[in-house]
């Protein structure tokens, strides 16, 4: 019976694909005996004969040859058992070739993982970076934002706001704003805006900003206040959301790629046309919790900068959630939790201690003015 | 089990005669005609997993279908679909082929397939995909492909350059490298013939005397568009 064959054999008048043959390793050499019907003939090979290399499609085939000119023979070793049975036998001399072989093979297949390795590193990180990045993203494409766009954006939408409302253009009450933002403007370093602060008759309990700079204090909120650093750190929270840029970021996350490109572009037509899709949605505009809480840290430290005292906004905060959660807005866009007002106190606690300086106005002066100035109350 | 291929040339079929209880495994789909005596099953090779794993990366169909004559022996006759010579070829249990997703048509019962992930440059510029079939163990292997098939046999370091869309199979004792079909970028796609592998021996390349890509963008232009 004929054995089993473990190695195919090439050379002249053999088939193309190779004869197959059974090989069996001694201690001098190779035994080849030809399997089936084949030209081949059975043939002793000695180690000092031959010569020894790696081969095949994936570099993990023993490829040994012997022989010149028409009696070339090579003969191709596929069987791991069969190369370990030769590695072992073979003498010194040839070992070095067969080393070279292994590390051959060891390095194709290590290239071929490394390659396959990095390409799922690859798609992996770039989800991860969607997943976790689009934070950083959006940051990185916010900050290529010229602010000149940001305030025409901001501007347009101000304007649109205030021209359904009613503005409070004189008064206790704006001059009393105009103090607070005085006080806080001056202590913010490199300032790139020009804040314009409007109060707007309104019993609405909040306070927004927008993109560019433009802030609304709606009276409800003063009416509500027990004292102007109430209103001053809300003031301060919500200058805090502009500086750090939270409105663009937000919008750009709306937009989402689009916007991105078109900042890359340049494209500030195509930005302000998206922006219009957004429009007023910038009012009502929700911030991250990130935001918020990066908007009431710098804001405590501005507060304290200028001398303002810094627990107006959770004294004013704590006070109404007691009573007015439901109906006051302040809440929808400034969600107050137990942890938020853990987090100011302990800001606030690490902060140096300043003498406050009180406001040169009366603040039941301020709140008289606007009893006597709507109608409603 | 025995192979007999019928009107040999563009439109040929396979007979396969089947001992009692015997098996064929076909690419699905392949069955012209069958005696009664043969049972068709589908049948996942390598389990679930090794079929999805076929399915999702090499394209190659889900299931095979095995052949079984479990009512005494008989014969089947089966046909690739797409018009184009078929060749039987014989498997010792050494000799392994490597072939590319459309290739297979029918293996008997010791015929192995697996999928096979190719290196990430053979993968992306050899025009296979990712992923092809390698073909080995014992018994009849018969591939199809699109148009001839012709045989080249490489000696030992003997190279020869195929144009990668017409490679049918070739034998793991082979080596190949893709390379630009001139030495420039430009001269090389306006050539129109892009990317080539440079093949070296020994073993044997089976091509393809039609390259399916191009037979599909040229019957494109008489198709006429809907609205």
Same mark, same amino acid.
């Given at each position: ?39 081949? &003939? ?174 609304? &204090? ?160 | !089990? ?28 392949? !069955?012209?005609?069958?005696?009664? /005596? ?5 049948? !996942? ?6 079929? #999805? ?20 022996? +008989? ?29 297979? #048509?029918? +293996? ?8 096979? !992930? ?6 992306? #510029? ?11 163990? /014992?018994?009849?292997?018969? #591939? ?26 070739? /034998? ?17 796609? /306006? ?37």
């Amino acid at each position: 019976m004929n054995p089993i064959p473990n190695a195919l054999c090439f050379g002249d008048g053999l088939p193309g694909v190779g004869a197959p043959c059974h090989v069996t390793v001694s201690a001098d050499g190779l035994t080849m005996v030809p399997v089936g019907t084949s030209p081949l &003939v059975e043939e002793a090979i000695a180690f000092a004969d031959m010569s020894v290399e790696a081969g095949g499609l994936d570099h993990d085939q023993l490829v040994v040859s012997w022989g010149t000119g028409s009696s070339a023979r090579t003969l191709y070793l596929k069987d791991p058992a069969l190369i370990i049975a030769f590695r072992r036998a073979a003498p010194a001399e040839l070992t070095a070739h067969l080393e070279r072989a292994a590390v051959q093979v060891r390095r194709a297949r290590h290239g071929h993982r490394l390659l396959w390795g990095s390409v799922l590193g690859v798609v992996f990180g770039l989800g991860l970076l969607l997943w976790f990045g689009t934070d950083l993203i959006v940051e990185w494409a916010v900050a290529r934002i010229p602010i000149e766009w940001e305030q025409k954006l901001g501007e347009s939408v101000y304007q649109d706001f205030l021209s359904k409302e009613t503005v409070l253009k004189e008064g206790p009450a704006v001059s009393a704003v105009q103090e607070m933002t005085q006080r806080l403007t001056d202590k913010i370093r490199d300032n790139p805006y020009k804040f314009q602060i409007s109060v707007v008759q309104s019993p609405v309990v909040n306070a927004f900003a927008l993109p560019g700079g433009y802030v609304v &204090v709606f009276t409800g909120l003063m009416t509500k206040a027990e004292s102007g650093e109430e209103v001053a750190g809300v003031l301060s929270h919500e200058l805090n959301h502009v500086l750090q840029r939270h409105g663009m970021e937000r919008m750009v996350k709306m937009l989402g790629l689009a916007a991105v490109v078109g900042i890359l572009l340049g494209d500030q037509q195509g930005l302000t046309g998206l922006a219009k899709q957004v429009g007023m949605e910038l009012v009502t505009l929700k911030f991250g919790r990130a935001q918020e809480t990066e908007a009431d840290v710098t804001g405590i430290r501005l507060l304290s900068d200028a001398r303002i005292a810094p627990d107006g906004m959770i004294r004013f905060f704590e006070r109404l959630s007691e009573k007015d959660k439901a109906r006051v807005e302040v809440f929808s866009t400034h969600p107050m939790s137990a942890g938020r007002a853990e987090r100011l106190k302990a800001e606030l606690a690490a902060l140096p201690k300043r003498t406050p300086e009180p406001f040169t106005f009366q603040w039941k002066t301020i709140q008289d003015s606007l009893g006597v100035s709507d109608p409603k109350k | !089990m025995k192979c007999e291929i019928l009107y040999p040339g563009a439109f040929p079929m396979v007979r396969v005669y089947l001992d009692a209880s015997e098996t064929v495994k076909a690419e699905s789909g392949a !069955m012209v005609a069958a005696s009664p /005596t043969i049972d068709i099953e589908s049948k !996942m090779e390598g389990g679930f997993l090794g079929a #999805l794993s076929r399915k999702m990366l090499s394209g190659e169909k889900f299931f095979f279908q095995t052949l079984r004559a479990s009512r005494g022996a +008989g014969e089947v006759l089966l046909a690739p679909t797409v018009p184009g010579e078929i060749v039987l070829l014989e498997l010792d249990g050494v000799n392994e082929y490597m072939v590319q997703k459309d290739g297979f #048509l029918a +293996g008997a019962e010791g015929v192995k397939i697996e999928s096979k !992930m190719q290196s990430l440059t053979r993968g992306l #510029l050899g025009g296979e995909g990712f992923f092809i079939l390698k073909i080995g163990g /014992t018994g009849h292997l018969v #591939l199809n492909s699109f148009g001839a098939i012709h045989k080249i046999e490489l000696k030992p370091n003997e190279e020869y350059i195929v144009d990668n869309s017409h490679l049918v199979a070739w /034998t793991s004792t082979t080596t190949y490298n893709i390379e630009k079909a001139s030495s420039g970028w430009i001269a090389s796609l /306006t050539s129109g013939e892009g990317l080539v592998c440079r093949f070296r021996g020994p073993g044997v390349v089976y091509i393809q005397s039609r390259n399916p890509g191009s037979f599909g963008n040229w019957i494109r232009q008489f198709i006429p568009v809907s609205e």
